[in-house]
């Protein structure tokens, strides 16, 4: 299994591993309807994560087995196409990093490769000193994430083409501060 940064030459196979993903693994949790409109409107790739170095693809055997990334972005959710992005970027200090856009290829699901995956991308945003992730779970999505220590935090709606898609927003501690990095950070002049 390899972890690397998307490509942006690699859109377009992503874009149709995600499809297929949401197709296949949403099947009794959105109706095809609703899966539809989500891959139309909401599923996709966010080329900034891509041009950012966030958005990682994993490789099994020579193809591209899963996607997905974090990022310092204000953006929750949403590929290119979504009308209600956020542009600039989040503090550490002040934000949670987001996780984003998670799709395992049908014939991987169930390897790990969605664990080794976030795995990753939690460890970047560590790295970059975020100590909270937060993220907007699709259906089927709330039982892998809820198992690796998000939270859920409601349920949000959203009309796409009228149908209505849910969500549900989580969130998880990456690690707390120490006191003493609290205080040292708290005596430093800025």
Known sequence: MIIRPARSDEISAIERLIAASARQLSAGFYSPQETEAAIAHVFGVDSELVADGTYLVVELDGRIAGCGGWSRRATLFGSDRF??????????????????????????????????????????????????????????????????????????????DGIALRFVPMRKTLFEPSPQAAASDSAVPT
């Not at 970027?89 to 991987?108: H, M, N």
């Not at 664990?115 to 970047?124: F, G, M, V």
């Open 83 to 160: 009308a209600q992005r956020q542009m600039g970027l989040v503090d550490p200090a002040e934000a949670p990093a987001k996780i984003r856009a998670f799709f395992i290829a049908p014939e991987f699901a169930r390897r790990g490769i969605g664990s080794a995956l976030l795995d990753a991308c939690e460890q970047a945003a560590r790295a970059a000193g975020f100590t909270q992730a937060e993220l907007m779970a699709t259906l089927p999505g709330v039982p892998f994430y809820a198992a690796h220590g998000y939270r859920a935090e409601g349920e949000f709606v959203q009309q796409y």
